[in-house]
């Protein structure tokens, strides 16, 4: 399926996988926009409504029944696409809000959260989204529900919620004018982390190099 069937109006934009997969595709065509870095002053924002819509697709193949793939063995996709580069790009981009701390799962209350990175993360959701379009794209709609499904479950879902949980942060620290406090070497190498570090890596940094190029508070 081409780019160009992807969107043809025979399609029916009444069916679900048409809906999901303009969702998915528009989450892609979007991050990857703002990976060029050319409005680095507009990317938390923007990032933070691209990760809030790409949720609701995600909401909605949670609360579908489970799709069955039509064949036994997943068909091969293809090679997957590099996404190093936009892993950097985020990276540069996101600097110094970039690193964040995670609880991995709420009804675990004994695990101590830990480190992560909003590259890595946007990285690993635009591979698997990236995975289930090349069979949306090769005709094989059932398989890439299927996959956007599964996946949502096992990693992508709970990487977008931690991720946007993150950003709707660094916002709200922001326009709030509440600095935080800064961090002594907190990274995502750390394998123990007590109480008392569990902040962004940002602090008043934050507040002068994502504030003032955002427009949200003058700069100083």
Known sequence: MSDATLHATTQNPDDFAVQIADQVESFLVAVTEVARGDE????????????????????????????????????????????DELRENFARLLDPVDVYSEVFDPYEPRKAPVP???????????????HGMAHYRAGRATEALWWWQFSYFSNWGATA???LRALQSVLIHVRLNQPLEELDGLDTDQADIGDETLEFEAGRVMAQEIGAPLGLRPAK
Do not use: M
């Open 161 to 163: 919620s931690a991720v």
């Open 40 to 83: 680095p002053g507009s990317a938390v924002p923007f990032l933070l409504l691209e990760v809030s819509q790409l949720l609701l697709a995600g909401g909605r193949l949670g609360a579908h029944e489970d799709f069955v793939p039509d064949e036994r063995y997943e068909p091969d996709p293809g090679p997957e696409p590099d996404v």
């Open 116 to 130: 992560a990175r909003i590259s890595d993360d946007l990285a690993d959701i635009i591979t698997d989204l990236r």
